[in-house]
C-alpha cells in the first residue's frame, strides 16, 4: 500500500473527506458507492464493483432481481434447464 500523504481527521459522525485529487484519481465521483474493507489493522476503501453471489467473480456481472450474476453462472444455470 503506497501512502498518499495526506492527513485528515475523522468528523463527529464519523466522516472524512477524501482530497479532490485522490477522488480525480481514482475517477470516483459525488454518490458512487464505496465499499470499506478491513485487512489486518488496516481499513481500505474501494470503488465498490458488484461481485457474482455464486462465484464472486466481477467479470461479466449484470443485476437479476436485486442480485449481481456473472455470465459463466448464467451459463452454468442454462445448462442445468436442458
Sequence with gaps: MKPAGVVRKVDQLGRIVLPKSLRKRY???EGDPVE????GDHI???RYRPRCVF??????????????????????MNQLRR
Excluded at 470499506?36 to 485487512?39: F, G, P, R, S
Excluded at 462465484?55 to 452454468?76: I, N
Aim: hydrophobic share 35%; proline share 0%.
Design 27 to 29: 475517477q470516483m465521483n
Design 36 to 39: 470499506i474493507l478491513v485487512q
Design 44 to 46: 481500505i476503501l474501494e
Design 55 to 76: 462465484c464472486g467473480s466481477m467479470e461479466e456481472v449484470r443485476d437479476f432481481k436485486d442480485r449481481y450474476l456473472c455470465g459463466q453462472c448464467v451459463g452454468e
